[in-house]
């Protein structure tokens, strides 16, 4: 008897998937995303089988597609994360996530003097490094340095 070695998940006719997320960074993204808040279909997928990443997680969100300010927040957590975009059941996009130079307003600055915890500036950070863990980010107003570790969403 041939056994089965393939997990099914249910497809989705519109919407996005996330998809070669580490699994450390599932829950993060599923966080920083707002997904519990949905009222559409979310399934996520934990500790997967992955040929390039040994084990992955995959989130799949029905009728929703996001915006650029939400790929840049997967990118920040979840670099090596993929993007497909489902109408019809038919792929129409598969990217992965990229980092801008500039980032804005997506992290609050960890420095608590730094201006932007302390009046109505947003936060603005230039990247340094987008190598995995190491990556660092720069606060344009302070300078302080802001790792993946240590890393605050607004």
Sequence with gaps: MEQRK???V???ENGTVIDHIPTDSLFVVVK????EKLTEQVTIGYNFGSKKYGKKGIIKVANKY?????????????????????KDF???E???VELP???GNIVSCINPKCITNNQEVDCKFTLI???GEDLKIKCHYCEKYTTRKNMQFK
């Excluded at 996001?66 to 489902?86: E, G, R, T």
């Design 32 to 35: 920083i995303l707002g997904l």
């Design 90 to 92: 038919q792929v129409i």
């Design 66 to 86: 996001f915006k650029d300010i939400d790929l840049n927040k997967i990118a920040l957590v979840a670099p090596s994360a993929s993007i497909i975009v489902i």
């Design 129 to 131: 490094n987008n190598k």
């Design 6 to 8: 393939e997990l099914i």
């Design 101 to 103: 130079e500039t980032i």
């Design 10 to 12: 249910s497809a989705i």
């Design 94 to 96: 598969k990217k992965n």
